[in-house]
């Protein structure tokens, strides 16, 4: 047998939170990207709240690979008591609304301090989660002519939040992969600097 000829990858865990309105296109963007590309993707239901959806993202430097483990909420449960159970150690947010309803926009924030609510909570702290990373994506640019958020009112709000943003479709897979290999390289830069 030849050990020397065997290196060890690793895998990281990476939980991620994709919050929005009710059909802003959370679902979509999560099919989007998980069907797309060669990687291996998994879809579990664990409640009607709540679907997991696994994808793994290749760093082809040091060929270790990030798990993406993407939460699906139902909008709906905005006022669950259910739902931010389930982000108790996310290390990421997904924020998105829908850039041509405006009230989806408005709602943004609402579900952004939802989210670090939980991640701020002695349950989260217990669980050694540190100040996550986030994007809010703006979907469906898609449909241009019906668009009642611009860029910049988005932008603005997206530097406010400290979110980084991104704009795209999920119907058109438009800054999909984009977004979700930029929240994976993130989460991996910074959990390779604190191993060293
Ligand atoms: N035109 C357009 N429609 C979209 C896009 N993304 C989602 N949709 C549609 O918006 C509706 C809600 O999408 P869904 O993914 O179920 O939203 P969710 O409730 O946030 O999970 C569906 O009819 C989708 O087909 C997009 O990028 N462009
Ligand atoms: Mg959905």
Known sequence: M???MFIMHDLYIFKVAVIGDSLVGKTSIIQTFTSGGTQFSRSYSMTSDVILNSKDVFMPESKDSVQL???DSSGNSLYSDY?????????????????????????????????????????AESSGNITPLGLLYANKVDLEGRRKVSPER???????LGLAYFEGSAKSNIMIEEAFTYLANEFYKNSVEDKM
């Open 2 to 4: 030849c050990m020397g």
């Open 69 to 71: 483990l993407l939460y």
């Open 83 to 123: 739902l931010p159970k389930y982000w108790i150690g996310i290390n990421a947010i997904f924020a998105v609304f829908d850039v041509t309803c405006e009230r989806s926009f408005d709602s943004v924030k609402k579900w952004v301090m939802l989210a670090r609510k939980v991640e701020e909570s002695p349950l």
């Open 154 to 160: 988005a932008k603005t709000l997206a530097s406010q």
